[in-house]
T-cell receptor
Framework: DTAVSQTPKYLVTQMGNDKSIKCEQNLGHDTMYWYKQDSKKFLKIMFS???????INETVPNRFSPKSPDKAHLNLHINSLELGDSAVYFC????????????FGPGTRLTVT | DQQVKQNSPSLSVQEGRISILNCDYTNSMFDYFLWYKKYPAEGPTFLIS?????DKNEDGRFTVFLNKSAKHLSLHIVPSQPGDSAVYFC?????????????FGKGTLLTVNP
């Protein structure tokens, strides 16, 4: 009964390819997030959706496009992958937008070769 | 521009003793603070949080202290157990239009020795 799940857990692909990472939460939360943990281990927010509406879009290249078909799902599509996109991507969700804890998925380790 | 800093990359303590993890922040608009625990190859797990209207919050073996004037918070774990060995992240949110965005520190690796 994983609260926040992500697929795949590992993704190895070549430069220039397009790939997607899926995220689902069964907590009934309204808000979902994508974070990136880079090689320096910093966790940084990329996007946030509240009830399928984009509310945060940090300075992320437009090759990254989140899609939220419903409030339980937030997928991340990446076009034209680059070496620098290699990182661990975490999905998270929270009950509300104004603070409160966020609950994280297990992460997807993306390796671009 | 690191707004949340965890200056100790690692900490080693003996089982049964107290572990104290520290975190400093620079953004005075932060009003909500959290601690997460992370095992390798897993996502961060929420541990405990504190609002800026409080200076202490306790949950079992975990206590978070907030010193707003010093822009400092700490996580106390007592007694420490080997299963507590993990990376601990401090995070903060608040202020502005993105008050639900979490800003994380770099983490402190805690090792609890049996």
């Amino acid at each position: 009964d994983t609260a926040v799940s992500q697929t795949p857990k590992y993704l190895v692909t070549q430069m220039g390819n397009d790939k997607s990472i899926k995220c689902e939460q069964n907590l009934g939360h309204d808000t979902m997030y994508w974070y990136k943990q880079d090689s320096k281990k910093f966790l940084k927010i990329m996007f946030s959706y509240n009830n399928k509406e984009l509310i945060i879009n940090e300075t992320v290249p437009n090759r990254f496009s989140p899609k939220s078909p419903d409030k339980a799902h937030l997928n991340l599509h990446i076009n034209s992958l680059e070496l620098g996109d290699s990182a661990v991507y975490f999905c998270a969700s929270s009950r509300q937008t104004s603070g409160g804890p966020q609950y994280f998925g297990p992460g997807t380790r993306l390796t671009v070769t | 521009d690191q707004q949340v800093k965890q200056n100790s990359p690692s900490l080693s303590v003996q089982e049964g003793r107290i572990s104290i993890l520290n975190c400093d922040y620079t953004n005075s608009m932060f009003d909500y603070f959290l601690w997460y625990k992370k095992y390798p190859a897993e996502g961060p797990t929420f541990l405990i949080s504190i609002s800026s209207i409080k200076d202490k919050n306790e949950d079992g073996r975990f206590t978070v202290f907030l010193n707003k004037s010093a822009k400092h918070l700490s996580l106390h774990i007592v007694p420490s157990q080997p299963g507590d060995s993990a990376v601990y992240f401090c995070a903060a949110s608040g202020g502005g239009g993105s008050n639900y965005k979490l800003t994380f520190g770099k983490g402190t690796l805690l090792t609890v020795n049996p």
